[in-house]
């Protein structure tokens, strides 16, 4: 038994594992949680981020509207099922410079330090990683930038470090671009990043193409679990698949173990077809410390939001049946 370290989320949203389903990841029952015309505006709502917040929960979510402007929106729900979401986009305060906005997307959020941190691919002369945040989810702040573009998946560790904040993202090109590895940047003021290190990078078959960091790490006490995603180019263009890696608790770019099989990929209807078929997308995990269990928000073919679930147990468990050996692959 492994021991997620964090609060207890007694209302987590959650169903048990079918009977039968041999996979270390199902999908809520209704998926998808969040259709394409869930508000008036939208084209399409996918790549999301929720945490816990008051009685239930709030979202910042990746909205492109009917213009197919990218950009984030801000949700509240009671259960993590039901979403009420904005149809006015995130106005930062800040400075004009850099708030100015030429796209946001692929948010995630993290709570740290008593905050709300918001990280999101920020258009800025190319794709870079914003950074904002906010106490009640009414009023934001946005700050520097934290990269020179280009980058993209800027994801906080939800504490500091030895002293120092983490981030983990994957350096990009300004398109959609053929290569991807993860790297963790540290920060004593969440301005200033440096000392990059490289986690790991694509290799294998179905992460050969990129990889790159999915929801903000999860603490356990054997160290923190990531679940990433990783995308193989075929003949039809990317698939995005989700895999989990293990990093050293005090050295994050340290790699544990890593997925050799993935844990979930493009299986269902709302995931073969939408507006890019073939993605399932992970920018969230709620963790209920209590009893292990982990629920996963996921972007499914750019275009609708999907939910499904997981416990650390499960995720551990795949990580020693099958863990990422290529040396061992036939030739
Ligand atoms: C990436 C990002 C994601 C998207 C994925 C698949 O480069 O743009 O937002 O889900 O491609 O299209």
Redesign the pocket.
């Known amino acids: 038994m492994s021991k997620l370290i964090g609060p207890a989320l007694p209302n987590i949203p959650w169903q048990d594992k079918p009977e039968g389903c041999q996979d270390p990841v199902w999908r809520y029952s209704n998926n998808p949680i969040i259709g394409r015309h869930h508000t008036p505006i939208s084209n399409s709502i996918?790549?999301s981020a929720v945490v816990p917040f008051k009685d239930g929960f709030a979202g910042v979510f990746?909205c492109d509207d009917k213009n197919i402007y990218m950009n984030i929106y801000v949700g509240f729900s009671k259960d993590g099922i039901n979403w009420d979401i904005s149809t006015e986009p995130i106005k930062f305060e800040g400075d004009p410079e850099i708030t100015r906005r030429e796209y946001r997307?692929?948010p995630r959020v993290c709570y740290l330090d008593g905050k709300y941190y918001i990280t999101w691919?920020n258009g800025y002369h190319g794709p870079t990683i914003g950074i904002g945040w906010t106490e009640d989810f009414e009023t934001f702040h946005q700050m520097e930038n934290i990269f020179l573009p280009y980058n993209?998946n800027g994801v906080l560790f939800p504490r500091k470090i030895n002293g120092e904040y983490m981030m983990l993202s994957r350096p990009s090109d300004t398109g959609?671009?053929p290569f991807g590895d993860i790297f963790c940047s540290r920060s004593k003021d969440l301005t200033y990043w440096g000392k990059h290190r490289y986690v790991f990078g694509a290799a294998g078959a179905w992460q050969s193409k990129k990889v790159g960091p999915g929801p903000c790490p999860i603490e356990t006490d054997e160290g923190w679990l990531l679940i990433y995603h990783g995308v193989i180019n075929t003949c039809n263009g990317?698939v995005?698949r989700m895999g989990v890696a293990l990093l050293d608790k005090d050295e994050p770019w340290k790699v544990k173990e890593r997925s050799g099989w993935y844990i979930m990929g493009p299986e269902e209807i709302y995931e073969l077809a939408g507006d890019?078929p073939g993605?399932t997308?992970p920018c969230a995990a709620l963790c209920d410390s209590e009893t292990g269990r982990i629920a996963i928000y996921y972007?499914a073919a750019?275009t609708v939001t999907g939910l499904a679930f997981t416990t650390v147990d499960e995720l551990m468990n795949h990580l020693k049946n099958h863990p990422f050996r290529p040396e061992a692959d036939p030739v």
């Open positions: 996918f790549n990746r997307y692929d691919c993209r959609h671009t990317f995005y890019v993605v997308f972007g750019d």
